[in-house]
């Protein structure tokens, strides 16, 4: 018996169990931005420790930080795990991290919202006058949700 466990355990099948497709990896980075994104970008002077900021801001970005984390987490959860329905899961797992991104692009929509700019300006990078912002960040991570759900959905189409 275990002969035949050994046999059945070849480098090529551990190749293949272990080769993830580049679609997946673009949407597994962007979980993993999601999830680890708010630490990165607000738990610091420009927002979580800002002395100028009420508390009740304070809470909206810890808010803010806790929400991508388990969309991003939870995303991950989904593209990841080995399940019998492949394409729920990759539907699921692209949609719950880009939630937040859709979020924050709409944000700058609301009366007043303004980007890391108006407070710090010189923490964000202009172009011929444009800012940089956070706007940017999420059109070009969505940008990149998109083309990783493309390249996996094709993928999977072609194996299911």
């Not at 002969?3 to 090529?12: A, D, I, K, M, R």
């Not at 420790?49 to 808010?63: L, S």
């Not at 172009?127 to 949700?145: C, D, H, P, R």
């Amino acid at each position: 018996m275990i002969q035949n466990s050994v046999q059945n355990f070849t480098p090529s099948n551990v190749d293949q169990k272990r080769s993830i497709s580049i679609g997946k990896v673009l949407l597994s980075t962007v979980a993993g931005l999601t999830a680890i994104g708010g630490f990165l970008a607000d738990w610091n002077r420009t927002h979580l420790f800002n002395p100028n900021w009420p508390p009740h801001a304070k809470f909206h970005d810890a808010w803010t930080i806790s929400v991508g984390s388990l969309l991003g987490c939870s995303g991950l959860y989904y593209l990841l795990r080995n399940s019998s329905r492949p394409q729920e899961d990759l539907h699921i797992g692209t949609m719950l991290p880009a939630i937040f991104w859709i979020t924050q692009g709409i944000s700058f929509t609301f009366p007043g919202a303004k980007g890391l700019e108006s407070e710090f300006p010189d923490l964000v990078p202009r172009v011929k006058g444009v800012w940089i912002n956070e706007m940017f960040a999420s059109a070009g991570i969505l940008a990149i949700t998109g083309t990783g759900y493309a390249l996996e959905r094709s993928r999977l189409s072609k194996t299911h």
